[in-house]
């Protein structure tokens, strides 16, 4: 007993030592190890309907190449619809730069005549410049993303390739190995299982968005349902940052009772998805408490920049599965779940 609880603070350390070694270790190759989770998270999703397919009677390899062929022309779609917007984006910016120079003014004009006022019309001008920078720099962020999505596409079609044999393999290496293959198996299925919900309700967000904003006549409505549909996947932060861009077109178009208008649709459909959509179809598959969920933004931000937030969710429950399969970690995995969560 002596020596367990001896042992106990000597883990904590040695856990603690492999943590922060691991951490600066994939931070230093990020920029391989981006793409090749990409490419994993998309295989997972799309390997679904290569096996859908392959039990309507569909050939292996026309199975696969229908699926990489969908893959082509999303990326491609994707891509032309990013570049396209940001053409015109960039051509208008002068533009609506004049319209918060106008707005700003009228601002100034509601406000005592006093010098302790002068610099407010600065301040305002700056946050605008810098909300309008932000937008500019998530649309040329995603448009020289573009050799990365050419890498993940090929990486996930080579696995999408290997995608019918892998299970039969996969199961003759660990078909003696019983509890083993269960948790394989547990481990596939929840990651899939939250991948996909998250990638559907996502879609029907950015889906709900575009056409709000259709509806609305702001600028570049589809692309913001894209935005909004990509952000999701950025638990509490994604929305804000997906809101900035329409919110802002709004202001200037209509004024700010447009604006708000905007910023509470886009408030609502966020709200309907998040609370009441994706519970219903998730249920209690996540199993991480809120702060680990909020917390993981910022590690995975940290070891793999801006795209690590994106699939945050994803990585840390494959490190709460890895922390699981083990006697020795267990107890770090049920610290990482919700308190609601029990056996």
Same mark, same amino acid.
């Given at each position: 007993?002596?020596? @367990? @609880? ?6 904590? +350390? ?14 230093? =190759? ?100 810098? *909300? ?5 720099? =998530? ?11 050419? +890498? ?6 080579? *696995? ?54 259709? =509806? ?30 329409? /919110? ?13 208008? /905007? ?5 609502? =459909? ?8 994706? $519970? ?33 969710? $994803? ?29």
């Amino acid at each position: 007993m002596d020596t @367990d @609880d001896n042992s106990a603070p000597a883990n904590i +350390l040695l856990y603690s030592t492999a943590a922060v070694i691991l951490t600066i270790g994939m931070r230093e =190759i990020g920029s391989i190890l981006v793409p090749i989770f990409f490419s994993i998270f998309a295989f997972l999703i799309f390997s679904p309907i290569v096996h859908w397919l392959q039990r309507k009677k569909v050939p292996g390899t026309v199975s696969v190449g229908l699926v990489i062929l969908f893959l082509i022309i999303f990326a491609i779609a994707a891509v032309l619809l990013v570049t396209g917007s940001l053409l015109q984006l960039s051509t208008q910016i002068p533009e609506y730069q004049t319209q918060l120079t106008s707005i700003f003014e009228n601002i100034e004009r509601y406000l005592p005549s006093s010098g302790q006022y002068s610099s407010i019309e600065g301040i305002l001008r700056d946050v605008g410049a810098f *909300l309008l920078g932000v937008t500019a720099g =998530i649309l040329t962020g995603a448009l020289n993303a573009g050799t990365t999505i050419a +890498l993940i596409v090929i990486t996930t079609a080579f *696995l999408l390739l290997d995608a019918a044999g892998a299970p039969k393999k996969m199961e003759r290496e660990i078909e003696d190995q019983p509890v083993l293959l269960l948790r394989v198996r547990e481990f596939g299925r929840s990651l899939v299982d939250f991948i996909l919900i998250r990638t559907e309700t996502n879609l029907i967000g950015g889906i709900g968005t575009a056409i709000l904003l259709l =509806i609305g006549r702001i600028d570049f409505a589809i692309l913001w349902g894209f935005l909004t549909f990509l952000l999701g996947y950025i638990p509490y932060l994604g929305f804000f940052l997906a809101a900035v861009p329409p /919110v802002l077109l709004a202001l200037f178009k209509y004024g700010a009772i447009g604006a708000i208008a /905007v910023l509470a649709g886009i408030w609502l =459909i966020n709200v309907l998805i998040e609370n009441v959509l994706f $519970p219903s179809l998730a249920g209690k598959s996540l199993k991480l408490s809120p702060s680990i969920v909020f917390l993981s933004l910022f590690y995975w931000g940290y070891v793999l920049g801006g795209s690590g937030a994106l699939i945050a969710i $994803p990585l840390t429950m494959v490190v709460k599965m890895i922390l699981e399969s083990s006697d020795n970690t267990r107890w770090m995995a049920k610290l990482m779940e919700s308190g609601g969560n029990k056996e």
